[in-house]
C-alpha cells in the first residue's frame, strides 16, 4: 500500500514563475492537506480539501495561492509568480475519513522549492 | 486552539529509555492528546495519541496525567533512528464537525540521541 506521493521532490523555479506541486494521497484517503515549513520554522498549515471542495483555506496566503483537488488525479498546489520567500518545503498529508475521533494524517516527503 | 508547551532540546543515549513531556493547562475535555515526530528531512509521522488513558503502540507510550493538564511520550529504548522533532498536538472533534481538521504544529522539542 503506497504512502502519500508528493513530485516533485525537488523544484527550482525562478522569481516570477509558476510553481505546481502534486500530492496523490493514499488509497483510498479523501481528505488531502497541505502544511508548509519555511527554512528553521515550523509546520504550518495551509489549506483542507475534500474532492472538489475546498474546506479550510483559513492558512493559504490571499494572493498567488491555489490548491485544488479534482475528481480524478493528484491535488495541486498552485504558485504564481513566485518569490524568494516562497522557498520552503511543502508537506501533503491525506486521511481517510473526518469520523469524530480525529484521526492521524499520513504525510508524504515533501517536495522542496527553491526560487532563484 | 488549545495551547502546548513542550521543552525546545532533549538529549538521551542510544537504548535508554526517553520521556517526553508536554504541558496543555488549558486542554478541553473533548480534545485528544496527539504526537507526531518530523525526521530529519522527511515529512511529520503519527506516533500515538490518546484521550485520557495511557496508550501503548509499537512506537511508544502515552502517559497521560490524570487532571489531563501534561502527557508525556515514552520511548522506552531510543535508537538513533529515533532522533527527531517531537510535536504534542491538541485536537478536538467539534473543529473536526466543524470542518476544521487541521494540525496545529508549535515548535516541538528537538531529540537528540548519542551514541
Known amino acids: 500500500n503506497a504512502g502519500v506521493m508528493q513530485n516533485p521532490r525537488h523544484l527550482v523555479r525562478r522569481r516570477g514563475q509558476e510553481a505546481r506541486l502534486r500530492c496523490s494521497p493514499m488509497?483510498?484517503?479523501?481528505?488531502v492537506y497541505w502544511y508548509r515549513q519555511l527554512p528553521e520554522e515550523g509546520l504550518k498549515f495551509m489549506v483542507y480539501?475534500?474532492?472538489?471542495?475546498?474546506?479550510?483555506e483559513s492558512g493559504m496566503p490571499k494572493e498567488r495561492f491555489s490548491a485544488e483537488f479534482p475528481k480524478e488525479g493528484p491535488s495541486i498546489l498552485r504558485i504564481q509568480q513566485v518569490v524568494r520567500g516562497d522557498s520552503a518545503a511543502y508537506f501533503c498529508?491525506?486521511?481517510?475519513?473526518?469520523?469524530?475521533?480525529?484521526?492521524?494524517?499520513?504525510f508524504g516527503p515533501g517536495t522542496r522549492l527553491t526560487v532563484t | 486552539d488549545a495551547k502546548t508547551t513542550q521543552p525546545n532540546s532533549m538529549e538521551s543515549n542510544e537504548e535508554e529509555p526517553v520521556h517526553l513531556p508536554c504541558n496543555h493547562s488549558?486542554?478541553?475535555?473533548?480534545?485528544?492528546i496527539h504526537w507526531y515526530r518530523q525526521l530529519p528531512s522527511q515529512g511529520p509521522e503519527y506516533v500515538i495519541h490518546?484521550?485520557?488513558s495511557n496508550v501503548n503502540n509499537r512506537m511508544a507510550s502515552l502517559a497521560i496525567a490524570e487532571d489531563r493538564k501534561s502527557s508525556t511520550l515514552i520511548l522506552h529504548r531510543a535508537t538513533l533512528r529515533d532522533a527527531a522533532v517531537y510535536y504534542c498536538i491538541l485536537r478536538n472533534p467539534l473543529q473536526v464537525i466543524q470542518g476544521a481538521q487541521k494540525l496545529v504544529f508549535g515548535q516541538g522539542t528537538r531529540l537528540t540521541i548519542n551514541p
Open positions: 488549558t486542554i478541553s475535555g473533548t480534545d485528544y
Open positions: 498529508a491525506s486521511s481517510p475519513n473526518s469520523g469524530l475521533v480525529p484521526g492521524e494524517q499520513y
Open positions: 488509497k483510498g484517503h479523501s481528505h
Open positions: 480539501l475534500q474532492k472538489e471542495n475546498i474546506i479550510d
Open positions: 490518546g484521550l485520557t
